[in-house]
């Protein structure tokens, strides 16, 4: 566990991140990585003294198998509300299948992975800038997912859950890579976005945290 700055931490699991916030209503997570990482959860909560029966809510950013991947076993162990917006509801729920791998490399990566299981939502995000937590606002930053959203919290002059719509490597910003993202151009105007906000750091689902006036790298990157 990294703490980010006051009540907020970053728990690395591989190559992507799950985020745990402490707030006076319990702990929230951001993302719940891939299948099967809830132990690794539990122990990281364990590390700063707190436990999965604190977790009120689960904030996802996107339905990727490597963000949603433990969501269903957390709702159950933690009886958490789960939120997530309503363009990526049907593939969280099961309602819209997972696509097929295509190719022996993307069956590797999907045996790998594992099966996600589907799971309620029990809060849908429908609107831009909404509030679906105390301190928290939702960005809705389509492009990497038509549903994809990113949170702004109210803390130590402002944190950014970005999700995958940016991504950071050694304090440089990014946008998530065109492989795996939807639809690109709107991914380009959701990273835009980020640049005309103000926040002092940044967190990520992919690449570790930027602290220090961080919307100065989405600046960067964007003018880049």
């Known amino acids: 566990m990294l703490e980010?700055?006051?009540?907020?931490?970053?728990?690395?699991?591989?190559?992507?991140?799950?985020?745990v916030v402490v707030t006076d209503d319990g702990v929230v997570l951001v993302d719940t990585g891939l299948p099967g990482r809830?132990?690794?959860?539990?122990?990281?909560?364990?590390?700063?003294?707190?436990?999965?029966?604190?977790?009120?809510?689960?904030l996802v950013t996107h339905h990727h198998p490597d963000h949603v991947g433990s969501l269903a076993e957390l709702r159950r162990?933690?009886?958490?509300?789960?939120i997530a917006h309503a363009a990526d509801?049907?593939?969280?729920?099961?309602?819209?299948?997972?696509?097929q791998p295509v190719g022996w490399r993307a069956k590797l990566v999907g045996r790998l992975i594992g099966t996600v299981e589907p799971t309620k939502i029990d809060q849908l995000i429908t609107a831009d800038g909404s509030e679906p937590l105390p301190g928290?606002?939702?960005?809705?930053?389509?492009?990497?997912?038509?549903?994809?959203?990113?949170?702004?919290?109210?803390?130590s002059g402002g944190i950014l859950f970005a999700g995958d719509a940016a991504a950071s490597r050694k304090g440089r910003v990014t946008g998530p890579p065109r492989v795996v993202t939807a639809d690109p151009e709107r991914a380009d105007r959701s990273l835009a976005r980020f640049a005309e906000l103000e926040f002092n750091h940044a967190v990520f689902g992919h690449g570790r945290a930027v602290s220090g006036l961080a919307v100065e790298a989405f600046r960067?990157?964007?003018?880049?």
Do not use: M
């Open 89 to 99: 509801a049907p593939w969280i729920t099961g309602h819209v299948p997972p696509a």
């Open 220 to 224: 960067k990157a964007v003018s880049g």
């Open 38 to 58: 809830s132990p690794l959860i539990e122990r990281g909560l364990k590390n700063i003294r707190r436990s999965l029966g604190e977790v009120t809510a689960i």
């Open 136 to 155: 928290f606002t939702a960005l809705h930053t389509p492009g990497h997912t038509r549903g994809h959203v990113s949170y702004l919290l109210d803390r």
């Open 4 to 19: 980010v700055v006051d009540g907020v931490f970053e728990l690395r699991l591989g190559y992507v991140n799950v985020h």
């Open 77 to 82: 162990r933690t009886g958490a509300r789960v």
